[in-house]
Structure formats: structure tokens, C-alpha cells
């Protein structure tokens, strides 16, 4: 197995929660930590993101809404840059439209304790950033599904 299939297989499972998560990596498939932070590096475009999974029911959000958008197309960019920049959005992307059952491309995540108050930073998030005259709807989770990172066994196989 090569090293970088090491690296990639000791990630999939999320990093460890240590002061220093790169070095108890390289500790346990034996590189320093330099070299861990410079094979990530060198994976870029292999590994499209290392990002955080938070388990937001656990912590108590459970009014979790994704906001659809129907956002003219010349102005999907600039909303969603508003969008993304806010902190009550933890997540925005643009996905294609899907006519004519699905007319919306642009998708905003508001996490929230309460429905109410989710509603309420929604309403906030509209006026602030001039969105009444764009069409949404706000779908609210029923359940939460498996929150996990990403697999890159393909790319672990076709080393091998």
C-alpha cells in the first residue's frame, strides 16, 4: 500500500480530536507531520475538502431548515455570496435547476434549537440581504441521516 493510500485510509475515519491531529496521523502511519500537511496539500483536487462533520442533533439543533431558492441565474453568484458570508447560514451552494418539477438553484442551511427561531433569522436573512422578491420555500428535516465524511476507497484502489 502506498503512502499516500496510508494517509487517505487514516483520515476517511475523521481526524482526531488532539491539539496536534496531523502528527498523531503521521504517529500512527509513521510520517511527521510535515510530511502529513504536505501530502494533503500535495492531494488537493483528489481530495476536494477536509472539513468538520458537527452532529448539530446532539447538540441540541433540531430545527434544521434548508432553504431553496429560485435566484435569477445572472444573480445566483452574488446571493449566494450574501448567503454564505452570513452566520446564521452554515452552509450555501448552487446546484442546477431540475424543470419543471425543481425550479430552484440555490440551497442555504439555518440550524436552529427552535422552529420559530429559525423562521425568525430566515425573515432576518431575507430583509437584510433584499431577498423578497426571490421565491423560496423552507423545508425543515424529519431525520437525520448518517453524518459521515468522505470515502475515497476509488482512489485508495486504483493506487493499489
Known amino acids: 500500500m502506498s503512502s499516500n493510500q496510508r494517509l487517505i485510509e487514516a483520515i476517511q475515519g475523521g481526524l482526531p480530536l488532539v491539539s496536534r491531529p496531523y502528527a498523531a496521523i ?21 481530495i476536494k475538502r477536509l472539513g468538520v462533520v458537527v452532529c448539530h442533533r446532539k447538540l441540541g439543533y433540531r430545527a434544521n431548515a434548508m432553504v ?20 446564521c447560514v452554515t452552509l450555501c451552494y ?14 442555504c442551511m439555518i440550524h436552529g434549537k427552535e422552529r420559530n427561531r429559525v ?16 421565491h423560496h420555500e423552507v423545508l425543515f428535516s424529519r431525520h437525520c441521516f ?3 465524511g468522505a470515502i475515497y476507497s476509488q482512489f485508495a484502489a486504483a493506487e493499489r
Request: aromatic share 6%; hydrophobic share 40%.
Open 26 to 46: 503521521g504517529e500512527r502511519i509513521g510520517m511527521s507531520e510535515a510530511e502529513v500537511i504536505t501530502r494533503l496539500s500535495d492531494l488537493r483536487g483528489v
Open 68 to 87: 431553496v431558492w429560485d435566484v435569477p441565474d445572472e444573480e445566483v453568484a452574488d446571493v449566494g455570496q450574501q448567503l454564505g458570508q452570513l452566520e
Open 94 to 107: 448552487h446546484r442546477a435547476r431540475h424543470l419543471p418539477d425543481w425550479p430552484f438553484n440555490l440551497f
Open 119 to 134: 423562521l425568525d433569522k430566515l425573515d432576518s436573512l431575507v430583509e437584510q440581504c433584499h431577498l423578497s422578491h426571490i
Open 146 to 148: 448518517k453524518q459521515r
